[in-house]
């Protein structure tokens, strides 16, 4: 139950990005926002650290949306970073398909993974990457198919493949900062060639 709650107000929070990013006609507005969004995290991530007795009765009442045992930053500070990054750095199309790769196949992947894993792949499962790889692949013939966002179906896999790796790699950077940044390099340096 908790990792549902965690999963979907990650969906609900982060999709809010793409889809203003895809409305929006320039980036400037989803940055600022973005911006705005991560000073607020970084008050949270500095009181977490100073206070650790307030941040554990802050996660306690959050209903199980933050943990009270953390990284090194939030999953929701490094989710917001990787926003920032992708959305400034990378061709508009790939970055929104490559958030949305992150949300849906890491969302796919923990609940999967959480309640059918057997075979393990460090702390992941194999079947969770499954999980994450299908999730994505949907989200690439989706977007192939029925979107306004023409990015070839082969450069969408294989940004789905850079995003699945990524995601199962045993590191210690959380995969909200660096599986959306994998597949948007990956889908960049494709349309480059």
């Known amino acids: 139950m908790i990792l549902k709650r965690r999963k979907i107000y990650r969906i609900g929070a982060g999709i809010v990005f793409p889809i203003v990013y895809y409305f ?3 980036k400037i507005i989803v940055e600022m ?19 650790p007795n307030l941040w554990r009765v802050v996660a306690e009442h959050s209903k199980g949306i933050l943990k009270v045992r953390q990284g090194i930053i ?48 460090g702390d992941k499962s194999l079947e969770g990457s499954l999980a994450f790889f299908i999730t994505t692949m949907v989200i690439a013939l989706i977007f ?9 179906l082969i450069i969408l896999i294989f940004g789905a493949i850079a995003a699945t790796i990524t995601e199962a790699l045993p590191i210690e950077i959380n995969d909200n900062l660096t599986v959306a940044l994998a597949a948007a390099i990956v889908m960049q340096i494709f349309i480059l060639f």
């Open 74 to 121: 939030t999953g929701t500070t490094a989710l917001l970073i990787s926003n920032i990054i992708v959305i400034a750095f990378f061709d508009k199309q790939i970055a929104i398909v490559s958030l949305l790769y992150m949300l849906f196949g890491d969302t796919a992947s923990a609940v999967i993974g959480t309640k059918y894993g057997k075979v393990k792949i």
């Open 33 to 51: 926002l973005l911006l705005y969004l991560l000073g607020i995290m970084t008050t949270l991530e500095v009181m977490r650290y100073i206070s």
């Open 24 to 26: 929006s006609p320039n």
């Open 144 to 152: 192939s198919q029925w979107t306004g966002i023409h990015i070839h």
